[in-house]
């Protein structure tokens, strides 16, 4: 099967393997050769002439503490980082990485240690984005790239029903596990895997070695980067050690059962132990005390009793006591982290009990729970513990700068920096000082910094997920020391990982978790396989049971039940653009029992023909938004091109269709101006966007005079004709949907729309041209505000000083309300025209009952607050597979 994902036909492969790729033993040229690499940021020098070669069908390991280089030096062979000095020599031939896209196109692939994903597009789609497999109409294939993906997954041995999910549903080590699955698909001849066990189970990551083994096998240059030693000796031919971005040097791994390693190197000179392994990283043999004093008092200090969500967890009851440190061990989608974030109160559990002290507590927020003693340290670094645009200083205080404040009000940059530095001392936290940027910082350091905010609050129950998760062995025997030494000052400590030895090294008691349920509670010293089958347990088949009932004994109800629950029907009817057709539907209903004209053929024609404008701007509109952009000049451009519009009619060119191009070209041309602003000054949208709203108007008005403009009726037949009845705007607006959204689920640029908003950084690595997007999206609402001012020049027949104020706003509404993500990454163009067509109907019906205008306002910001709040609560109550 990997043959098949590796090449595209089996006579390719066995060419490939036999032509293309020999043994380690049977080359001695470097696939891959590094040559004196040479990196520095903002002064600090990550890599000092850094030499570093790999073989086909070879694992090398890359070693060292955080902030070693390592990372650095494989972006920049990814090409997401460029050096300052060094060359690159690959397959025999020097090469520049001047982007992702390159590295990509070479045959370098490279899973990075924190998933970098697009959460609301699915796993198939993360995976092949930036290089789409296309039919031969240049569409995007998401047949053939589902079946490819499923065949990948089911080589991790994952479900292969994971292909067609959205990846942000997923959990943060299934994440890892389905996007190791995209170098797979890229036929590469090296894959760098940085930390990808960081975040697995010792079963997947079993899994994992099995598929790196495999690649080798055939061929590929493996770069392995891990702090966990076991992985290296298992897995790797040559380890490379940095240390402080310094290459110490390069030795060949073996092991040599009963004898000590260092003293044989059968023809292949020295290997290291581990310790030495050790030395090398850290400049020092490290001493890591694993005596832990077990629980100080009879009485729990925080007791779980039948804590109960459902389909994620099941009946959870447990005690830790003060001093004690409980470990929980389970597989992926164990429900380890969900009763974690329910006990800190960011995911309240539906049933069950909590007691601190044996007083009965409701903790229903995290500043409730950090009010009672309670912090949590979470498994997702980036996404839920760092702001990753703020200072280490920042970070490491936030959570107890009004404790540090004067009258809890005044802050105290020195008692803020005293407590920063304290920290940055005692967690050996490696930055130049506490202004730095912690982005800036290695993963390793950044988990530092996490868990000196947590230690910050003193708490009397400390709940860690994961939190030697990317470390090196040094920082990990740090944190493991550390963890002791709460526990003997009386802290209460929950440990979740995935590394079985770190559990039973540090816990009291392991318990067990599999499918949302306890399996088992074991001692210290259990033997890790009893541990590992626990964790394993009731691994029963999610398959439903077929029934002998006979339909004629099923009721209506449960049909409908059954139906309305079936795993297709469901998402449609909880999606955004049936919430707002549902609503258009019944309200107009409602509405016209009161009001019976509402729905007369008339009224709906004049609804139909009035919300073109509006409707085909919010096209546009919604592609910017979903890039995480915002154009709030919409109003300004469209006055300017109705302008103009009427000053060729006026000069005597009454052609409509000379006037059309001449609307679509001013528009083309303001968006472009909008988008490179945006796209190459690298300047929030809304700056940009307000700026040219404000120079757009300026211009509107000194060309305009404060004097009306009416032109002959040349655009009239197109704003006020009809086709079959109905109004020709309403019809171009179904053209124009009908074609966006073919272009954004079909064509690659389309689906570059949404990789951009869900993650922008992601997009880059995967070599996708951010800028020319961002121009395109920008380019793509100025040509629809072109058209659009045609429409509304022949609907008014004027042109006035305030023509198109306010449109902006009506216009963001309707995307919002339809579905549009304010932050980016999800929306649809049909979600946005049932936004348009509600937003119409509320104006339409307000007209109908003569009410005044700052009513209509109120509905429409009502209506615009709860459909950001349908957001929160999507967000919130997202089940993690």
Request: proline share 4%; aromatic share 6%; charged share 15%.
């Amino acid at each position: 099967m990997l043959l098949h994902l590796l090449y595209d036909t089996p006579e390719n492969a066995i060419h490939g393997i036999g032509a293309r790729y020999m043994s380690t033993e049977a080359t001695t040229a470097p696939i891959l050769m590094m040559t004196d690499i040479t990196k520095t940021f903002g002064g600090v020098q990550a890599l000092k002439k850094v030499n570093f070669d790999l073989k086909a069908g070879e694992v090398q390991a890359l070693i060292g503490q955080n902030g070693a280089g390592k990372s650095t030096l494989i972006k920049i062979l990814a090409g997401a980082v460029a050096p300052d000095a060094g060359s690159i020599r690959f397959a025999n031939k020097e090469v520049s990485l001047s982007s992702p896209s390159d590295a990509l196109h070479l045959g370098i692939g490279t899973v990075y240690q924190d998933p970098l994903v697009y959460p609301e597009l699915t796993v198939t789609e993360n995976i092949f984005m930036g290089r789409e497999l296309r039919d031969r109409y240049g569409n995007i294939d998401m047949q053939v790239q589902v079946k490819e993906v499923q065949r990948l997954l089911q080589d991790l041995d994952v479900s292969p029903q994971l292909a067609t999910q959205p990846i942000g549903h997923l959990s943060v080590a299934l994440r890892q596990l389905a996007l190791i699955a995209k170098p797979l698909s890229w036929k590469p001849e090296v894959m760098v895997f940085d930390e990808p066990t960081a975040i697995l189970t010792q079963h997947e990551a079993e899994i994992l070695f099995s598929i790196i083994r495999r690649l080798r096998d055939r061929g590929i240059g493996i770069i392995y980067i891990s702090h966990r030693l076991e992985e290296i000796y298992s897995l790797a031919d040559r380890v490379t050690i940095l240390k402080d971005g310094e290459c110490k040097g390069t030795w060949p791994i073996y092991q040599i059962e009963k004898e000590d390693i260092a003293q044989h190197d059968n023809g292949r000179g020295p290997s290291l132990t581990a310790d030495q392994m050790i030395e090398l990283m850290a400049g020092q043999l490290l001493q890591e005390s694993v005596t832990t004093p077990g629980a100080r008092s009879p009485e729990p200090l925080l007791t779980v009793r039948n804590l109960s969500r459902k389909g994620v967890y099941h009946d959870i009851s447990f005690e830790v006591h003060p001093g004690e440190i409980v470990g929980f061990f389970g597989l992926v989608g164990a429900g380890r982290s969900e009763v974690a974030r329910a006990i800190f109160g960011e995911e309240v559990a539906e049933e069950g009990e909590i007691f601190l002290n044996e007083e009965k507590v409701s903790i229903r927020t995290p500043r409730e729970a950090l009010n009672r003693g309670i912090a949590y340290l979470p498994e997702d670094r980036k996404g839920q513990g760092l702001f990753s645009t703020l200072s280490v200083n920042y970070n490491t205080v936030i959570t107890v700068m009004q404790r540090l404040a004067t009258l809890k009000t005044i802050v105290q940059p020195k008692r803020e920096e005293t407590l920063t530095q304290q920290y940055i001392h005692d967690l050996a936290i490696k930055t130049p000082n506490s202004r730095v940027n912690v982005a800036n910082l290695s993963g390793g350091n950044q988990q530092k910094v996490v868990l000196a905010r947590w230690l910050a609050t003193q708490p009397r129950v400390l709940v860690l997920d994961e939190p030697t998760a990317g470390v090196d062995v040094a920082a990990k025997q740090e944190i493991h020391n550390l963890i002791i030494e709460l526990a003997r000052q009386g802290t209460a400590i929950m440990l979740i990982s995935s590394e079985l030895q770190e559990v039973l090294k540090l816990s009291d008691r392991t318990i067990t978790m599999h499918e949302g349920h306890v399996t088992g509670e074991f001692p210290r010293n259990t033997p890790a396989h009893t541990v590992l089958a626990a964790a394993m347990e009731g691994g029963t088949s999610t398959t439903r049971m077929q029934t002998t009932t006979s339909a004629a004994s099923i009721s209506w109800r449960d049909r409908l039940s059954t139906m309305l629950a079936h795993p297709q029907i469901r998402p449609l009817l909880t999606s955004r653009e049936f919430i707002v057709l549902a609503l258009l539907i019944v309200g107009s209903i409602v509405f016209n029992f009161t009001h019976p004209t509402f729905l007369s053929w008339n009224n709906i024609l004049s609804i139909l023909s009035n919300v073109a404008v509006v409707a085909i701007i919010a096209i546009g509109m919604t592609a910017v938004i979903v890039t995480g952009g915002i154009d709030v000049s919409v109003g300004s451009v469209l006055a300017l091109c109705m302008l103009i519009a009427a000053k060729v009619i006026a000069a005597g060119m009454e052609n409509l269709l000379v006037v059309l191009l001449v609307t679509l070209l001013v528009g083309l041309l303001m968006g472009l101006i909008n988008g490179s602003l945006v796209a190459f000054g690298r300047i929030h949208p809304i700056i940009v966007t307000l700026g040219t709203l404000n120079i757009i108007r300026a211009l509107h008005i000194q060309i305009l005079g404060p004097q009306w403009l009416t032109p002959p009726s040349v655009v009239r037949p197109l704003s006020l004709g009809t086709f079959l009845g109905i109004p020709f705007p309403f019809w171009l607006v179904v053209a124009l949907i009908i074609l966006v959204s073919l272009f954004l689920r079909h064509r690659p640029l389309g689906r570059y729309v949404y990789a951009l908003g869900g993650n922008t950084e992601a997009a880059r690595l995967a070599g996708i041209n951010i800028r020319g997007t961002i121009i395109f999206v920008y380019a793509l609402i100025g040509l629809l505000i072109g058209l659009a001012a045609v429409i509304q020049l022949g609907l008014s027949g004027t042109v006035q000083p305030n023509a198109g104020t306010g449109l902006e706003l009506q216009v963001i509404a309707a995307t919002v309300i339809g579905g549009t993500n304010i932050l980016g990454g999800r929306g649809t163009v049909i979600g946005s025209l049932l936004g348009a067509l509600l937003v119409e109907v509320v104006h339409n019906a307000l007209i109908t009952i003569g009410t005044i205008a700052l009513l209509e306002g109120l509905v429409i910001g009502t209506l615009i607050i709860l459909a950001v709040s349908l957001d929160f609560l999507r967000h919130r109550k997202e089940a993690f597979v």
